[in-house]
């Protein structure tokens, strides 16, 4: 669906270049949300704008739909755009114009006649949930409203793809909430493929399938949302992860415990319930819970647990491995066997 090749934007300014985007190659299939994380400066925007051109890359190829988007100019390219819908932090939304006209321009851009248009834009809003703000100003509205609104625009030409540069980043938790419930909507009913960035891991864990995180214009780590949640491969990505999910526990609690401090990771559907009590049983070893957690992600469950182990060396060993046989992954975090 976008597949980006070897793509680099780099950046020419009066004191030197800046390095944006840095070999990246993603695939992005058809009808997924994607999501890509990173901090502030990593060139999630850089490479967004360059899946539609909005900034051209200085090499590498971004192709949508089959179409190598590298190779168009003029009028191809802008019709090949129309097909790329795109919304914003701060929505940009035309401050002269009502609600009705806001989502109309893009309509009267695509040349649609009069009637076309009126019909369509009604459309688009009662999908938003805004029918009644149509001739409304933009300053009248709130700012999840104001995201609805640039919505509907970035669908009025029915695109295949839309992308969403921190789309929620300027909105309280509640309405953050909202907006997302409405890009899965649009996500599964109008099957069109969201590429989001966000600096927020979990935005990315409440719609994304799949993600890629980025630092200093490359792709670190890449996968579905649940593998990366469950086997984060950098620090980097465990520091985007524990601000989602978060095992820290105190030092002064740490120091008290002297037997082995494992944690315990159980994935899809046997999510620990029951393993950990029958090894309990089955072994002569306490088990001290530390910290546990259900993490739903996609609606499949991730357990982790962290406890402290106390028992014979012998008879700890034999219970993590009774514990790895059922399907779970053991990591063993301090006083080592
Ligand atoms: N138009 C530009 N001219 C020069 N440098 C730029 C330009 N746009 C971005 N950069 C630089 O490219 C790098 C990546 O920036 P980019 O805006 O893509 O990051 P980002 O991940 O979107 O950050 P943020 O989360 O703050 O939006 C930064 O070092 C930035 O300073
Ligand atoms: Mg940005």
Redesign the pocket.
């Known amino acids: 669906m976008i597949e980006i090749r070897n793509l680099s934007k780099i950046?020419k300014?009066k004191t030197g270049t800046?390095?944006?985007?840095d070999d990246v190659t993603l695939s992005i299939q058809e009808g997924e949300i994607y999501g890509i994380v990173?901090?502030?400066?990593?060139?999630?925007?850089?490479?967004l704008r360059c899946i539609n051109l909005l900034e051209r890359p200085t090499s590498g190829k971004i192709s949508v739909n089959g179409t190598d988007l590298t190779s168009l100019k003029g009028e191809n390219l802008r019709l090949a755009r129309l097909k790329i819908g795109m919304i914003f932090q701060h929505f940009y939304l035309i401050s002269q114009k009502t609600v009705f006209d806001n989502v109309a321009f893009a309509l009267k851009a695509a040349k649609l006649p009069e009637a076309q248009i009126k019909s369509r834009v009604e459309e688009l809003l009662e999908m938003v949930g805004l029918s009644d703000k149509r001739d409304v100003y933009p300053a009248q509205l709130s700012g999840g409203q104001k995201q609805r609104v640039a919505i509907a625009r970035a669908l009025a030409n029915n695109p295949k793809v839309l992308l969403c540069?921190?789309a929620t980043s300027a909105l309280d938790p509640t309405t953050t909430m909202s907006i997302l419930n409405l890009l899965k909507k649009i996500n599964k009913e109008l099957n069109i493929t969201i590429v989001l960035?966000t600096?927020e891991m979990k935005v990315v864990k409440e719609i994304c399938n799949r993600m890629a995180i980025?630092q200093n214009?490359r792709v670190m780590e890449e996968g579905t949302v649940y593998e990366v949640f469950a086997n984060p491969q950098t620090g980097l990505t465990k520091e985007f992860i524990e601000s989602v999910v978060s095992f820290e526990i105190p030092e002064v609690i740490l120091n008290k415990c002297d037997g082995p401090i494992v944690k315990v990771i159980f994935k899809g559907k046997v999510a620990g319930e029951g393993v950990i009590s029958d090894t309990l049983q089955q072994f002569k070893v306490k088990g001290n819970f530390l910290h546990g957690s259900i993490e739903y992600i996609q609606e499949l469950p991730l357990g982790i647990f962290i406890m402290e182990l106390k028992g014979e060396k012998e008879e700890i060993n034999n219970a993590i491995k009774y514990i790895e046989n059922r399907a779970a992954q053991v990591e063993v975090l301090r006083n080592g066997l």
Do not use: F, N, P
Request: cysteine-free; glycine content about 22%; aromatic content about 10%.
């Open positions: 950046y300014t800046v390095i944006g985007v990173g901090y502030s400066g990593a060139g999630k925007s850089s490479l540069d921190e960035i600096h980025m214009g």
